[in-house]
């Protein structure tokens, strides 16, 4: 970008923009747009080119709007990375209001990105399945078909996404899909906190006539011709049905041939197949039997994950191939930022190197989905940006990340809003705890059953959730002085305050709990320190409610609330093992 000299100093309204098709730079979506006191121009190699430059011409006159005049300017620009997607998780457990979508499309498409995912494992509305989504408020086929339209309308492809294989729980705990389970017992896995089954059969030739009924169902209302399939974190497989399978081929081999197989069905309906990497990487020497269209989805969520051997991997089979990093919203309450930073930077920096597709910003929702959107916003505009220009990836932290956040996301003029948005996704940094995919913070809240000797609070200090507590009314303080206009305004306040409130809510049980022992539990805590943090949280558990439905359908949000919920009746609750409760 150059700055030139000179100013526009009509209105914006009354700027006409002379539009040339290209060519412009010779990039795809690529444009060149000057802007000089005579008025502007914008050349673009093709349409995706043009409308990008239309938005940079808008963000730069807003940025000037209360300026003497808006600056001369000239843009040379093109993406990086083809593709830049997010991908909202939208079954655990939260479903947005199509208010939400269609604005969160709005932000999207200002911000170039070019494809969207709506992580589906249950939320639905497929004919005949009923007993599956019937709490879930899932999205209908009219919604999809409108939100598709939307989507193009912003230069956005929605590809549809339903996970196949493992993530397959909140079907098979009903009947009759049981029968299709690797292990219709069920088992205990990551994902839940009671014994159930996880992943369909591969070998089961009924499963693949259930995900070609639900193929048959869900393409038709996109106009994308791929599809995510999923296929990833399949925890049980040879744990049961197909365990004689897996003794004779061993678990990646039978993987690859229900991969295979899926496949299949999905070329049949005339799309292209994406999958997670997750499994096939476990024997790299496989990835030349992949099908030769399939798209690989190489996901990590740390900020030293080796996406550059993984992906060189792909690379080098010849096989298209996505890094995909994440928002790391989820398992915090309020984000990890640092993380974030680096684990989005990292995957630009790996993709433009190793010749990625593109870059898929996923966002998820693991244990109830707690974290409000406002937390996700800077994954999705740092992630957006890196995507365009992975150089400016090489320095992730140099950026004025509070000013962008309030300039682009929040419409806050006075500063203060991306401030605490900021501060609050860096609160777990003062613990003193160190773990990967969440923080100490939100599993002192929603896993209670757990002592502190668990490796998730190891290096946790009383000191160090002081520092913490201390750090987030810093925050605080900062979320006073702002002024958001955009995305609901006052909501961003009250939902970032509540993430606060959260927040130093759990310093205190963390430190009530390590001042009476690491293996106490919660119950086992004396009275009066039970109804003091009682009392503390009670009123987040009733915000809940306001906060979820502001921009979420009610399906799933039992399940959300639950988990305070749960805590809140083990601090209500004593226990013979406290001598120090009254009789």
């Not at 910003?361 to 244990?367: Q, V």
């Not at 992730?396 to 962008?404: D, V």
Request: aromatic share 8%; charged share 20%; glycine share 10%.
């Amino acid at each position: 970008m150059e700055i030139r000299a000179g100013r526009w100093t009509g209105g914006a309204g009354e700027l006409a923009v002379e539009v040339t098709a290209g060519p412009a730079t010779g990039h795809s979506e690529g444009y060149r747009l000057a802007l000089t006191p005579a008025g502007a121009t914008l050349r673009a190699d093709d349409e995706a080119g043009a409308r990008h430059g239309r938005r940079t011409l808008a963000q730069w006159l807003r940025l000037h709007a209360g300026d003497d005049g808006i600056p001369a300017v000239e843009v040379e620009d093109w993406p990086d990375l083809p593709r830049r997607g997010v991908m909202l998780d939208v079954s655990r457990d939260k479903v947005p209001s199509m208010e939400t979508l269609l604005a969160l499309v709005d932000l999207l498409g200002a911000w170039k990105v070019n494809q969207l995912q709506l992580y589906v494992e249950h939320t639905f509305a497929y004919r005949g399945h009923e007993v599956v989504w019937r709490h879930a408020s899932p999205l209908t086929p009219e919604e999809v078909r409108a939100l598709d339209a939307h989507c193009r309308e912003q230069g956005i492809e929605l590809v549809p996404n339903q996970n196949s294989f493992g993530h397959f729980h909140r079907w098979l705990v009903h009947e009759p899909y049981r029968q299709l389970a690797e292990v219709p017992e069920g088992l205990q896995h990551p994902f839940g906190e009671s014994r159930e089954p996880f992943s369909l059969c591969p070998t089961d030739p009924r499963t693949l006539a259930l995900l070609g009924d639900l193929y048959d169902q869900l393409l038709p209302n996109f106009a994308s011709h791929e599809l995510n399939v999923g296929l990833d974190e399949t925890f049980d497989l040879g744990a049961g049905r197909s365990a004689a399978a897996v003794a004779a081929k061993g678990k990646v081999r039978v993987y690859l041939e229900f991969l295979q197989q899926v496949h299949a069905l999905v070329a049949a309906r005339g799309h292209r197949m994406q999958f997670w990497g997750d499994i096939i990487i476990e024997q790299p020497e496989l990835i030349p039997e992949l099908p030769a269209d399939a798209i690989a989805l190489e996901w990590g969520y740390e900020a030293d994950h080796p996406f550059a051997d993984h992906a060189r991997r792909f690379a080098a089979s010849g096989l298209e191939f996505m890094v995909c990093p994440g928002t790391s919203s989820w398992n915090s309450f309020a984000g990890r930022t640092e993380n974030a930073l680096g684990n989005l930077a990292l995957a630009a920096r790996t993709g433009a190197e190793t010749g990625a597709r593109g870059m898929l910003i996923t966002d998820w929702g693991d244990f109830g989905h707690l974290q409000p959107l406002p937390v996700s916003f800077l994954g999705f505009l740092a992630g957006a940006g890196f995507g365009w220009n992975a150089r400016a990836a090489a320095e992730p932290s140099a950026f004025p990340w509070a000013a962008l956040l309030d300039a682009h996301a929040f419409g806050d003029a006075a500063g203060g809003t991306g401030e605490a948005a900021l501060a609050l996704g860096n609160a777990y940094l003062h613990t003193g705890a160190r773990q990967k995919n969440g923080t100490a913070l939100f599993y002192l809240v929603t896993h209670p059953q757990h002592d502190l000797e668990h490796r998730r609070y190891a290096g946790m200090t009383v000191d160090g959730l002081r520092a913490t507590e201390a750090h987030v009314e810093r925050a605080l303080a900062a979320l006073v002085t702002g002024q958001p206009t955009a995305q609901g305004g006052e909501l961003v306040r009250r939902e970032l305050a509540w993430v606060a409130g959260l927040l130093r809510f759990a310093c205190r049980l963390g430190s009530a709990r390590l001042d009476a022992g690491r293996t106490v539990s919660v119950e086992a805590l004396p009275g009066e320190v039970r109804g003091t943090l009682l009392a503390e949280l009670a009123p987040l558990v009733a915000a809940h409610r306001d906060i979820w439905l502001a921009r979420n359908r009610p399906g799933g949000r039992a399940d959300s609330v639950s988990r305070l919920e749960r805590l809140a009746a083990l601090l209500a609750t004593a226990t013979t093992a406290d001598p120090r409760e009254p009789r």
